[in-house]
């Protein structure tokens, strides 16, 4: 829904991070974007899910 579309700095706000941080690591990161014109959004959902990804990643790596 367009309330879960959020803007680069949305999306860095709901992350915690900065955007400056963010515009230099999502691509690498993998976080899910979509092009909307000329510039990206992303879903707050579909960042959810990433955050749940990064975290059971890092408890498998852990448990190593």
């Given at each position: ?20 941080w ?6 690498a ?8 014109g ?6 707050r ?6 955050l ?13």
């Open positions: 829904s367009p309330s879960d579309r959020l803007s680069p700095k949305e999306a860095a706000q709901y992350l915690g991070r900065s955007l400056p963010f515009r230099r690591n999502w691509r990161l993998g976080i899910p974007a979509y092009p909307l000329p510039r990206y959004v992303y879903n959902r579909e960042l959810d899910a990433w749940e990804n990064q975290k059971q990643a890092a408890k498998r790596k852990l448990s190593r």
